[in-house]
């Protein structure tokens, strides 16, 4: 039976590019996005209602996964962000976080679809109780996915899960040894280099983010939501 590792993110952390560096290590068998169709209940996986269907599709998931012959199988999924690490645990899978500086997510995920009119999507929204329910109407598209970059990793330092910066073990042979370790390949000495495939234009709606054009709520957002993060995630303040 092979061992089991979820790779997770809030997206646009270099997932493809893993994927392929991870397919070139002996033993190991990784998917990226395996189920192209997966459902977009997954993204709500935190809410009580979505749990009983999350679940459901996970152990149809898992089933999958025994008809690997490597010693390591590894879906790396930023769908399965939210997924109940102990019922996946229960299933004996180990899960990680990817995580990305809030400075460079917003600009790569401001060239994408997300929290646009084009967005068809079923992503995570404030619940009542949350200040920005009340906002949300009213807020820019760029404090929108402040809020969502908080939210996400807010969650993952919260259930205190293993997670490493993106940015690092592109580049960073220790940071990948540390990350082959996790998943189950101590002492690995061959490590190739890591690819980069770059695919910030997929999907892309044509804009870019002028930080200069900004208003000064846009940057009250980013200073109180994303900015305490880049410390708490062991990013040097710039």
């Given at each position: 039976m092979s061992k089991k590792v979820l790779i997770t993110s809030i997206g646009r952390t270099a997932t493809l590019s893993l994927t392929q560096w991870l397919n070139q290590i002996s033993?190991?068998?990784?998917y990226h996005e395996r189920g192209k169709e997966d459902p977009f209940f997954l993204y709500l996986s935190?809410?009580?209602?979505?749990?009983?269907?999350?679940?459901?599709?996970?152990?149809?998931?898992?089933?999958?996964?025994?008809?690997?012959?490597?010693?390591?199988?590894?879906?790396?999924?930023?769908?399965f962000r939210f997924a109940d690490r102990d019922f996946l645990k229960d299933l004996g899978w180990i899960k990680l976080f990817l995580v990305r500086h809030p400075r460079t997510y917003l600009e790569s995920v401001y060239r994408r679809k997300l929290f646009t009119t084009a967005d068809t999507s079923f992503q995570k929204l404030?619940?009542?109780?949350?200040?920005?329910?009340k906002q949300w109407k009213e807020s820019s598209r760029f404090q929108k996915l402040c809020w969502y970059y908080t939210q996400v990793h807010q969650y993952v330092l919260k259930e205190q899960y293993t997670y490493f910066r993106s940015e690092a073990l592109i580049k960073n042979r220790p940071v990948q040894e540390e990350f082959l370790n996790a998943i189950g390949l101590e002492h690995q000495t061959e490590?190739?280099?890591?690819?980069?495939?770059?695919?910030?234009?997929?999907?892309?709606?044509?804009?870019?983010l002028d930080w200069s054009a900004l208003t000064s709520n846009d940057l009250e957002?980013?200073?109180?939501?994303?900015?305490?993060?880049i410390v708490k995630l062991g990013y040097e303040l710039s």
């Open positions: 033993g190991v068998q990784a935190q809410f009580k209602a979505y749990t009983e269907f999350t679940q459901q599709y996970l152990s149809q998931r898992d089933a999958l996964s025994e008809q690997s012959a490597e010693e390591i199988y590894v879906e790396v999924n930023p769908y404030p619940e009542p109780n949350d200040d920005m329910y490590i190739p280099d890591f690819p980069h495939l770059n695919q910030s234009n997929s999907g892309m709606r044509g804009e870019t957002t980013y200073e109180e939501l994303c900015k305490p993060l």
